[in-house]
């Protein structure tokens, strides 16, 4: 089959695709990681679509919905992409992104796991901290500035720090140890260069990922996770 391809037409209808999707978000204001995605996957659809209807005057309704599709991928990925951002953290820590985080923090130290609206990394306490000790440990830190040389390439995103502690120890000890751990990450972010939007908060007595039966265990219940946000309104109460 011989392509015929209408550049001038090509250009003309990628131009109007590109000015429905837009370059600014709501209120005129930058787009955030999550409306980048969407402007992306409708430029690329728009786009796909008018050149697979164009380049042959037969089957273009097959060509365009082909067209539309490849486009459309393509302009998600130029988007915002939870699956990349995960595959980028976890290449970082030399680690693999998990189905079960419960089943991996078995044998792993650092889990790296994507759900529908975040990233997430969960570093065990034992890898992390000292007993009682609230300063990340030179292991610690150096894991820690990775994640800070893959947050460079996301500067929209947000970012949530919780310390999470077993049911060791009184309610006070726990929320204190875990408030301190959950500032402790947080401000090494900042001094690190991340320049994210960073909250950070301490759980007691939160649902142990595992049963709080061995040393090993209580450290990954001890935990400290760190959630990787596309925007304000994906954030979730990591304490529940």
Same mark, same amino acid.
């Given at each position: 089959? $011989?392509? &015929?391809?209408?550049?001038?037409?090509? #250009? +003309?209808?990628? !131009? =109007?695709?590109?000015? %429905? *999707?837009?370059?600014?978000?709501?209120?005129?204001?930058?787009?955030?990681?999550?409306?980048?995605?969407?402007?992306?996957?409708?430029?690329?659809?728009?786009?796909?679509?008018?050149?697979?209807?164009?380049?042959?005057?037969?089957? $273009?309704? &097959?060509?365009?919905?082909?067209?539309? #599709? +490849?486009?459309? !991928? =393509?302009?998600?990925? %130029? *988007?915002?992409?939870?699956?990349?951002?995960?595959?980028?953290?976890?290449?970082?820590?030399?680690?693999?992104?998990?189905?079960?985080?419960?089943?991996?923090?078995?044998?792993?130290?650092?889990?790296?796991?994507?759900?529908?609206?975040?990233? &997430?990394?969960?570093?065990?306490?034992?890898?992390?901290?000292?007993?009682?000790?609230?300063?990340?440990?030179?292991?610690?830190?150096?894991?820690?500035?990775?994640?800070?040389?893959?947050?460079?390439?996301?500067?929209?995103?947000?970012?949530?720090?919780?310390?999470?502690?077993?049911?060791?120890?009184?309610?006070?000890?726990?929320?204190?140890?875990?408030?301190?751990?959950?500032?402790?990450?947080?401000?090494?972010?900042?001094?690190?260069?991340?320049?994210?939007?960073?909250?950070?908060?301490?759980?007691?007595?939160?649902?142990?990922?595992?049963?709080?039966?061995?040393?090993?265990?209580?450290?990954?219940?001890?935990?400290?996770?760190?959630?990787?946000?596309?925007?304000?309104?994906?954030?979730?109460?990591?304490?529940?």
């Amino acid at each position: 089959m $011989k392509i &015929k391809i209408s550049t001038k037409a090509v #250009a +003309i209808s990628i !131009a =109007a695709a590109l000015t %429905i *999707g837009g370059c600014a978000g709501k209120n005129g204001q930058a787009p955030n990681n999550a409306e980048k995605t969407k402007q992306g996957v409708l430029i690329g659809t728009l786009a796909g679509a008018a050149i697979g209807a164009l380049t042959s005057k037969h089957h $273009k309704g &097959k060509n365009a919905a082909i067209g539309a #599709a +490849i486009g459309a !991928a =393509a302009g998600g990925a %130029i *988007g915002y992409s939870l699956d990349k951002q995960a595959q980028e953290v976890a290449d970082s820590m030399n680690t693999t992104v998990s189905d079960n985080e419960a089943l991996a923090a078995r044998t792993q130290d650092i889990i790296v796991t994507k759900h529908d609206r975040y990233v &997430k990394i969960t570093f065990k306490s034992k890898m992390m901290f000292e007993t009682d000790s609230a300063d990340p440990t030179p292991e610690a830190r150096e894991k820690i500035m990775r994640l800070v040389d893959v947050l460079h390439n996301y500067p929209d995103t947000i970012v949530q720090v919780v310390g999470h502690t077993d049911s060791r120890g009184s309610y006070d000890y726990n929320l204190k140890l875990s408030q301190r751990r959950a500032f402790s990450v947080a401000n090494l972010l900042k001094n690190l260069g991340v320049t994210n939007k960073i909250y950070a908060r301490g759980c007691s007595y939160t649902k142990p990922l595992v049963p709080n039966d061995t040393p090993e265990h209580m450290a990954v219940n001890r935990r400290v996770e760190i959630y990787l946000y596309p925007s304000e309104e994906d954030v979730i109460d990591a304490c529940r």
